[in-house]
């Protein structure tokens, strides 16, 4: 069955470094997403994409924030100086039509020290 | 922002006995979706009720949908040990992005 991988499963960085979290999602699916879960607390928007470019943003999605379709299986979420509190699961989802099924990838979980 | 909101926070049952999660939202949907979350590992997507659907069954999971109360349960059945997790829903708007519930943790004894 198809599914949505993302990479790295856990990413350390230092304070003001720049990540980049990686993800592909389902070969024929043609809307991509990003969320996060800080420990303990629920999964949050970050991000909708279609067409090359964001279709929706939340307040969370700031100017350190990005995300990229660089080729046609990859789709990345780029933090360019991560603070403490970026710290958090990042999940990437896609999905084949609009109001259609979500399916998530497993997550990555960076940890900004 | 319209938000599903899960209650209880918690709930811990004895195996083979049923589990009843509920969700509330506030404003109008087109789907809500419920979703298991294992500790610390990825989202699986359980089911997906539209909002003209009222209820929809997958195994032993059963979800109702009453979209003028605005409020969604999931009822699992016959639970066993490897229920435990997380639950949220998750509800969708006109441009597809989903806002999710702080979950119901759900403990299965054995």
């Known amino acids: ?113 | 922002s319209q938000q599903g909101e899960e209650d209880p926070q918690a709930l811990s049952i004895q195996e083979g006995e049923n589990a009843t999660m509920n969700c509330s939202y506030k404003t109008s949907i087109n789907n809500l979706q419920w979703y298991r979350q294992n500790s610390g590992r990825g989202l699986v997507h359980l089911i997906l009720i539209r909002s003209n659907e009222r209820e929809k069954h997958s195994g032993r999971l059963r979800v109702t949908l009453d979209t003028s109360k605005k409020s969604s349960s999931l009822l699992i059945t016959a639970s066993r040990a490897a229920d435990t997790a997380s639950y949220f829903c998750a509800t969708d708007a006109e441009n597809n992005d989903m806002r999710f519930g702080a979950g119901t943790r759900l403990t299965v004894k054995p």
């Open chain 1, 1 to 113: 069955e198809p599914e949505v991988t993302q990479t790295p499963s856990h990413q350390v960085t230092q304070m003001g470094q720049e990540v980049i979290l990686r993800c592909v999602p389902i070969s024929n699916h043609l809307y991509f997403y990003w969320y996060r879960q800080i420990l303990g607390q629920k999964v949050e928007f970050l991000v909708s994409f279609y067409n090359n470019e964001i279709s929706e943003k939340s307040e969370i999605f700031d100017d350190q924030f990005s995300v990229e379709r660089p080729d046609g299986s990859n789709f990345t979420l780029k933090i360019r100086s991560t603070k403490l509190e970026d710290s958090a699961m990042y999940f990437c989802a896609s999905s084949g039509f609009p109001l259609d099924t979500q399916y998530f990838g497993p997550g990555t979980r960076l940890t900004v020290l």
